[in-house]
């Protein structure tokens, strides 16, 4: 897996990229890591000085809310990574994606969302678009290149997701770009699943490729933070639209990204296999319906992961059979290993049950029973097998 360096540099690994990029020491007294640069007046020495710092089109661009050296620096990689023109850091995950899309979408618009899209840009789309007039519809995350059949001359974003979110349908990108370009759409992209390491989304006609950094990037689960890179075409909207809003992200949290940056190839590869070895064992428990992870090669999505992805995560979702409250219960008492709580990314593992079927208006395929979605973490695959193990005995003894 290889790409070029920022600097023009003959083409690296990314394991090597993930160590240099947006790293300066030069600059920093020889500091390995860019330092935290906290403030928001920055004081020119002249009138000379203050002018020049000034653009075009954002004239007070001089000041700590437009970023810092540390900023700087992560936006820097992250550019180095997935091949976009430039980015930019949000608050949260959730802030890049709903300031995505608002920078480009007006009243009368329409746009069209993946209907496995993350739950909280689902609220967005629903609670906020359409109080602002712009029409929202749901689209089949397997439709493909059909979505021709939905686009409008006034459709301004197609918002994808892949894999999606709980359900992990793989979309294929590349025919759903290609036919929203023809009417002039941007295609958003929630990136988080893959990493920039995992999806190179500007490769496949993606306009603007969004992370929640709190996942894998920051990967120690001590920071919120979201991040959007663009393309050349969509990067003055994208801009515009998040510094309209005042978007901005803290140096404390954006040095926590940096730091779990430089490891996040190494950790990958661990969640990676140890995720396959996991969902690989779970296929072969009486109580799982079926396992939803884009890897495995009886997934409907393998061979679309395969031909674009470059790996998977440690993300994926299991659908139980009826159990019954009681005995999904008694499961998540035993598991030792595995925590209940929201997000993924981080070092340990996690076991998240869905309260209610996940909210479809458009997809062929419906989840009926229980669904869990495991996030597996950095601890001995053989571990994590056994204490799986165990809690689903606990719940067999409880049918």
């Not at 690989?280 to 495995?296: D, F």
């Amino acid at each position: 897996m290889t790409s070029d360096h920022s600097s023009g540099s003959p083409t690296t690994h990314v394991d090597t990229q993930l160590v240099h990029c947006g790293r300066e020491p030069a600059r920093f007294a020889g500091m390995v890591n860019t330092p935290v640069f906290r403030g928001s007046t920055i004081i020119a020495n002249n009138l000379e000085d203050w002018e020049a710092a000034r653009q075009i089109d954002n004239p007070m661009s001089n000041y700590g809310r437009f970023g810092t050296p540390t900023t700087r620096s992560f936006e820097q990689a992250i550019v180095t990574l997935e091949g976009g023109h430039n980015c930019l850091v949000f608050p949260s995950g959730l802030s890049a994606c709903t300031h995505s899309i608002m920078a480009f979408v007006k009243s009368g618009d329409h746009v069209l969302i993946t209907d496995s899209v993350y739950g909280p840009t689902r609220t967005f789309a629903d609670r906020v678009l359409r109080r602002m007039g712009v029409e929202v519809e749901y689209f089949d995350p397997l439709i493909g290149g059909e979505i021709r059949t939905l686009l409008r001359p006034n459709t301004s974003v197609v918002f994808v997701e892949s894999p999606g979110s709980w359900t992990f349908e793989v979309q294929d990108i590349p025919a759903i770009a290609e036919e929203a370009h023809k009417v002039g759409a941007y295609v958003l992209l929630d990136n988080t699943w893959a990493t920039p390491l995992f999806f190179k989304p500007f490769e496949h006609g993606v306009d603007v490729s969004i992370h929640a950094a709190t996942k894998y990037i920051v990967g120690h689960s001590d920071a919120l933070l979201g991040v959007a890179s663009a393309n050349e075409r969509a990067w003055c909207i994208l801009k515009h639209g998040a510094h309209d809003f005042g978007q901005t992200a803290g140096p404390d949290d954006i040095y926590l990204a940096l730091r779990g940056m430089r490891s996040m190839a190494v950790r990958l590869r661990q969640h990676s296999e140890s995720g396959i070895q996991l969902a690989e064992y779970l296929q072969t428990q009486p109580l799982v319906e079926r396992v939803l992870h884009p890897a495995l090669p009886s997934d409907p999505g393998y061979k679309l992961w395969q031909r674009d992805f470059l790996g998977a995560s440690g993300l994926f979702t299991i659908a139980l059979k009826e159990v019954g409250r009681p005995a999904l219960s008694k499961f998540f008492d035993g598991l030792q290993l595995f925590g209940i709580g929201l997000s993924w990314g981080g070092f340990e593992s996690l076991a998240l049950p869905l309260d209610k079927p996940p909210t479809r208006v458009a997809s062929a395929t419906t989840y009926p029973n229980p669904l869990v979605r495991i996030h597996v973490g950095l601890e001995n695959i053989d571990d994590l097998i056994a204490d799986m193990g165990l809690a689903f005995k606990r719940m067999e003894q409880a049918l």
